[in-house]
Structure formats: structure tokens, C-alpha cells
């Protein structure tokens, strides 16, 4: 056994990225060092507007800009190493754009953007302008479930989303089209 800073045993989120791997656990957010086989905090008062919206970590991802995404079970953070900013997003309850959810299941880059998945929906969000296009169960555009699970890309550039409930998507993310696989 060896030691190390790993804030918590339960590991929800691990991220490959060059010499190092991301680690999100339930008590926060570490990063593994390949070369020296340390891991080191993520330390967020290096950061102005400082911490990040929650220590349950659920998933990590890397954008186009080269910011870190971290997704919890309290919104979405995303890091940006050349502004030392941590930029928070939250679901918005007076009915204006926003994430479906506060619990957020996945994270995937695709293009400028970046798809989300919530406990209450799935979402393409556009952080240059700040806005979202939803996919939510009871939409034309609608997936089988709202609660999503995980999302990945096939080598034909359709996305798959897995739901916990009612099966697995396929939603090309050019048209919108969702296809829906359940028993």
C-alpha cells in the first residue's frame, strides 16, 4: 500500500491528460503525477472566485481552451488555468437557460461546446455566448430518460448516452436526431 494525498478512497472520476491523471473523488479533486507517481490536491485558492461548487466530484473533462471541466453533485466548474478563474454553473430555477440539474453525470467536448448530463436532462452548452440547447425526455429532440448516466462518442461522431433508468441513446449531434434503445 502506498501513501498518498487522495482525499477520499471513492474514486467517481479519473481523466488521462498527458504526464499527469485527473482524480475526482467524493472529498475532492487530485491529480496524479506519472513521472515522480505522486498525487497533489487541487488546491482552488490559487483561483479567484475561488473554490469549486462542491468536493463531491463526479466527472472531469479537458476542453478545446485547455480548461478542466468538473462536474458535482452541486454544478458544474470550469477551470481555467490561464485565467485562474473557476467559472461556476448552476441550474436555474426562475425558468431561464440554465443546466436541467445541479447533479451533474458527465461531461464530454465536442466541438466549441461541451454536452452535459444531469440527473434532469442532457444539454449542449456554448460557452461563448453562455447558452444551452436541452434535450430532455419530453422534447420531439427527447432522450429515453432525463436521468443520464454517461456519455461518450463513437468513431462515427454520434454521441451515446446512457440513462439509469429506461436504456441507452444515440444522438447525432449534427441534426439532433435522438434514437432510443430500450428493452
Request: glycine residues 10%; negative net charge.
Amino acid at each position: 500500500r502506498t501513501n498518498s494525498n487522495l482525499p477520499n478512497n471513492i474514486v467517481k472520476a479519473i481523466l488521462p491528460d498527458g504526464d499527469s491523471i485527473w482524480l475526482g473523488t467524493e472529498d475532492g479533486l487530485a491529480v496524479y503525477q506519472i513521472k515522480n507517481g505522486t498525487i497533489d490536491l487541487f488546491l482552488d485558492q490559487n483561483f479567484s472566485n475561488s473554490t469549486l461548487s462542491c468536493t463531491n466530484i463526479t466527472c472531469v473533462a479537458r476542453d478545446h481552451r485547455n480548461r478542466v471541466w468538473v462536474g458535482t453533485v452541486k454544478g458544474l466548474n470550469i477551470i481555467d488555468f490561464e485565467n485562474q478563474t473557476i467559472k461556476k454553473l448552476f441550474k436555474n430555477d426562475h425558468g431561464e437557460t440554465g443546466l436541467p440539474d445541479n447533479h451533474i453525470n458527465g461531461v464530454f467536448n465536442m466541438g466549441i461546446g461541451m454536452w452535459i448530463g444531469t440527473d434532469k436532462g442532457f444539454c449542449y452548452y456554448f460557452p461563448e455566448n453562455d447558452s444551452f440547447v436541452m434535450y430532455n425526455q419530453f422534447s420531439p429532440k427527447g432522450l429515453s430518460n432525463r436521468l443520464t448516466s454517461r456519455i461518450i462518442e463513437d468513431r462515427n461522431g454520434y454521441l451515446w448516452v446512457g440513462t439509469t433508468e429506461i436504456g441507452l441513446n444515440r444522438v447525432n449531434p449534427e441534426t439532433g436526431e435522438v434514437n432510443q434503445y430500450f428493452e
